[in-house]
């Protein structure tokens, strides 16, 4: 008789010709095998209380290259106190968005490096600010020139550096009219 495997812990021999149309009792040609499989946590190694899949928890934050980071005692003089307008950029170390876009604001910050300020605050550290500028949605973005919120320049979410650019370049470039 031919045996036919279904899994690699048991066989199953496969009916004869003469046994087809008779009442089959498998289990009597069910093979199981000698050994175990081992444990699961046996199989992971030394690590045997984590599973293979599960990684360490890793917390990232949001990186500041050429960007100044403040708080709320710095607001005053960095933002208020500034000649040039400023952009400010609230955001947090568990933000998707804000880390989407730290690269993009890096850049504006080196685009327009002499006629633009960047700093970012950290909505954790400094509920004060959040509260007094009603930030509701992270990450946020704020114009303030000549130590005053630009009307129409609050912008939340996620940008891409094409829509960044045109942001700026519309409240920063004055517009003459002939």
Known sequence: MATTSFSPYAAVRAPSASSFGRHLDLSRHIRLPLTRPPAPAARWGA???????????R?????CGALVQIDQSEFPAEVLGSDIPVLV???????????????????????????????????????????EYKVYGLPALILFKNGQEVPESRREGAIT?????????????PTSVI
């Open 47 to 57: 690590r045997r209380h984590v599973a293979p899949f599960r990684l360490a928890a």
């Open 59 to 63: 917390r990232l934050s949001v990186r």
């Open 89 to 131: 950029e609230f955001v947090a170390d568990w933000c998707g968005p804000c880390r989407l876009i730290s690269s993009v604001v890096e850049w504006a910050s080196q685009e327009y490096k002499g006629r633009l300020k960047v700093v970012k605050i950290d909505h954790d550290a400094n509920p004060k600010l959040i509260t």
């Open 161 to 173: 550096k094409v829509k960044l650019k045109e942001y700026l370049d519309n409240f920063l470039e």
